[in-house]
Structure formats: structure tokens, C-alpha cells
């Protein structure tokens, strides 16, 4: 069974690092000091800052993928509006295709409200360019 939960423990941590540098090998090494001062970072986000957090899936007590949430208040319409935006996606290079991200995702935004607005999730949208030549003369 799945389950998502916040990151709480220094050990959730490490798990969700590992799964990060192994998600982006191009963008940071595997080196252990890497490792540490991601894992440093990540906790003091968590902990100094209320805008972020991080959430983990985990699938039989083993954390499989996690994300990075970000909480802020948005001006619509001189109206303040609570706004939240993923910061980070990474799932565990062992369960790829398990749509470990997606159920992520879905957990914490309606999926079907984007859908029915076409706003970022949602079927591909073409788009058809004419040149004016193109068109009869009159």
C-alpha cells in the first residue's frame, strides 16, 4: 500500500536525497558530502521556512519517490490568494513507470479542475500557422 507523507526524520531525508541524485545524475555527483549537504539543505528548508515542504511516497515502508511543495499568497484581482507550486520531483530510478510521480502530484492538486481548464495538465494542444500568402486575394 501507498502512502504519502511529510519528510519528518533525518533518515527520510537521506532516502529522499539518494533518490534525488539518482534522479539527476547530470546535475550533481553521488558523492557522500553532496549527499550530506543536500540533506542539510533540504531539513533547514523544512524547518526555518513555512513556504516549503517536503512529502515523500512510500510503498511498504520504503520511500519510492518525494516532492518539494512551495506555499505562498498570490494578488488576483487585489485579492490575496493561497497559492502552492511544486518545486521538485524525483522517484527512485528502480520504480520508473510506476506513475510514482503522478500519484504525488495528484495527491495534493485536483487533476480533473486543470484538465477541465486546459491549464498545465491536459491534452496536447496544436497550434497552426498560416502565412498571409496563403490566402485568396480580395
Sequence with gaps: MRVVEKLLKEQDFLS???IVVGAYPGRM????STKEQLKNLFMKNQN???SLNYYGLWEDDKLIGGMRLHDFHMNLFSK????????LVAVDLLH???K???ELIQHFFDISLAKNTHFGYGPRMYQYLVEPLSFPKG
Design 100 to 102: 510514482v510521480a503522478k
Design 29 to 32: 555527483d553521488g558523492a557522500q
Design 96 to 98: 520508473k513507470k510506476e
Design 48 to 50: 526555518h521556512d513555512e
Design 16 to 18: 529522499f536525497v539518494s
Design 80 to 87: 490575496m490568494l493561497p497559492i502552492g507550486g511544486v518545486g
